[in-house]
């Protein structure tokens, strides 16, 4: 029902910023919980921030390594969410996503597998 494309990603300095975009496809995107998470090959997927949709008061949170650097934003009239990346740090690097569901409740909002929708990944690389 959702499909989602992300934008944004690249090569930047440590202490530059990113803005990342993801635009979904699909009805009722203002009722849905819209995230970020991050990979890289060693580790498990982390989760970056998520915004919660209009029954949880669209209400955002992150996660304590990027938190005061980092802000998730949403654009229900675009069906786009957002992160803005600012002082990006050298251990950031990762592959981003974007995901979405429906029904995910507050406490499940970090767990990647309880997410339905999934876009295809933006790269981010800081290095100098």
């Known amino acids: 029902q959702v499909q989602l494309t992300e934008s944004g990603g690249g090569l930047v300095q440590p202490g530059g910023s990113l803005k990342l975009s993801c635009v979904a496809s699909?009805?009722?995107?203002?009722?849905?919980?819209l995230a970020w998470f991050r990979q890289t090959p060693e580790k498990e997927r982390e989760f970056v921030a998520a915004?919660?949709?209009?029954?949880?008061?669209?209400?955002?949170y992150h996660a304590d390594a990027v938190k005061g650097r980092f802000t998730i934003s949403r654009d229900n009239a675009k069906n786009s969410v957002y992160l803005q990346a600012d002082n990006l740090k050298p251990e950031d690097t990762a592959v981003y996503y974007c995901?979405?569901?429906?029904?995910?409740?507050?406490?499940?909002?970090?767990?990647?597998?309880?997410?339905?929708?999934w876009g295809q990944g933006t790269q981010v690389t800081v290095s100098s």
């Open positions: 699909g009805r009722a995107f203002s009722d849905y919980t």
């Open positions: 995901a979405a569901d429906s029904r995910i409740i507050l406490s499940s909002l970090a767990r990647s597998e309880q997410y339905d929708y």
């Open positions: 915004v919660r949709g209009r029954s949880g008061g669209s209400r955002s």
